[in-house]
């Protein structure tokens, strides 16, 4: 049973251009036949065809595959070079990337210790304000109650003597109107 494949998908799968396979059709290399205007190549025979045999039966054909295999080998290595500097580039974005955000990081890290320094020496401004303000409520406080104990002994001191006389004056005027009464 004979498989066969149109000439693109022949192409495809052995790697070679259309104008090689072409040129091996043209001497006879591969069978082929023709139907409906496309081009189908028996598939056993054109992959063996295609394969270097050891015979040298063949030269024609071997040098146009040897000639079809090193465009094939030249474009591999030309794609994985172009794989390999995209790699290269990707890399070095990558890495400017990362140093363009290590330094964003540091920077915040800086400002943030700036930052931190400086509420640092604000709470310990604020600490000892707070500090003499109750160093001076402590002054207060004493200073209101020695002021209060005077007053209270100077006051005290007058208001008993007063009493004692307002007590006097009104026992005495309370006993010359009894007597009054009594005398009346």
Request: glycine share 4%; aromatic share 8%.
């Amino acid at each position: 049973m004979q498989t066969y494949l149109e000439l693109q998908e022949f192409c495809k799968l052995v790697h070679l251009n259309e104008d090689v396979v072409k040129g091996m059709m043209a001497n006879g290399a591969l069978n082929f036949k023709e139907e409906e205007g496309k081009i189908y190549i028996e598939a056993n025979q054109g992959t063996f065809s295609v394969v270097p045999s050891a015979s040298n039966s063949k030269p024609a054909m071997v040098n146009s595959m040897t000639l079809a295999g090193e465009s094939f080998v030249e474009k591999t290595i030309g794609t994985i070079l172009n794989l390999h500097e995209k790699v290269l580039d990707a890399k070095d974005e990558t890495l400017d990337a990362l140093k363009n955000e290590n330094k964003f990081l540091k920077d915040a890290l800086y400002s943030m210790q700036e930052l931190y320094d400086e509420d640092r020496k604000t709470i310990e401004t604020l600490n000892h304000e707070l500090k003499h303000a109750r160093e001076e409520i402590e002054f207060l406080k004493r200073k209101y109650k020695l002021m209060w104990s005077k007053t209270a002994e100077i006051f005290g001191a007058k208001t008993e003597p007063d009493l004692e006389m307002k007590k006097d004056e009104n026992s005495s005027t309370t006993n010359e109107k009894l007597n009054e009464n009594k005398e009346g």
